[in-house]
Nanobody
Framework: QVQLVESGGGLVQAGGSLRLSCVDS????????MGWFRQAPGKEREFVSY????????DYADSVKGRFTISRDNAKSTVSLQMNSLKPEDTAFYYC????????????????WGQGTQVTVSS
């Protein structure tokens, strides 16, 4: 059974926007910090954004700071990533993940991953 399910990806022109969502079917969402990562073809998976369990704390990769916004709705077990001013270099598969422990920018700190959603930004 898939616990995390992402949606909202698609094809958009440079400068456009997309909103990704990730729904957790587990029972511990409200007590777990979450992260978004992305992976482009031929590249390693990289950190995009992080949000604490309460939503009070967030952080972003420098490459997306000021353009992306992470948020969560614990009542709906959903974490979202609003992506504005998209660039061709944002093209990648985007994954949400449940944080466990360790540096939040490290993929090894996450225990459960979604299947990903493709984001393609055309120039």
């Amino acid at each position: 059974q898939v616990q995390l399910v992402e949606s909202g990806g698609g094809l958009v022109q440079a400068g456009g926007s997309l909103r990704l969502s990730c729904v957790d079917s587990g029972r511990t969402f409200s007590s777990r910090s979450m992260g978004w990562f992305r992976q482009a073809p031929g590249k390693e998976r990289e950190f995009v954004s992080y949000i604490t369990a309460s939503g009070a704390g967030t952080d972003y990769a420098d490459s997306v700071k000021g353009r992306f916004t992470i948020s969560r709705d614990n009542a709906k077990s959903t974490v979202s990533l609003q992506m504005n001013s998209l660039k061709p270099e944002d093209t990648a598969f985007y994954y949400c993940a449940l944080y466990y422990r360790g540096p939040y920018y490290d993929t090894r700190s996450y225990t459960i991953w979604g299947q990903g959603t493709q984001v393609t930004v055309s120039s």
